[in-house]
């Protein structure tokens, strides 16, 4: 998840994000919905999409229950594990 994503990025701090602008551009690619999204301020970043409990799975490669599984695996199509 860490080899193609979207980084939003603020150059001043994580209260950017909630421009309205930023919000609305945020929600865009997170409904496109194809990459990971990142917010990046302050020399530090969270994932905000896929959601964590589905990130931790296809991150650490974990059996996610049965209701997360469909999306673990498509994300897991997308990006395979190295």
């Given at each position: 998840m860490e080899r193609l994503f979207i980084v939003v990025r603020s150059n001043d701090g994580p209260e950017n994000f909630k421009h309205p602008v930023a919000v609305a551009m945020i929600q865009?690619?997170?409904r496109q919905g194809s990459l990971p999204v990142w917010l990046s301020a302050r020399g530090s970043k969270s994932l905000i999409h896929p959601r964590p409990e589905v990130a931790t799975h296809?991150?650490?490669?974990?059996s996610p229950p049965?209701?997360?599984r469909p999306?673990?695996?498509?994300w897991?199509?997308?990006f395979p594990p190295i």
């Open positions: 865009m690619f997170v296809v991150l650490f490669g974990t049965e209701d997360l999306e673990v695996e498509e897991l199509r997308r």
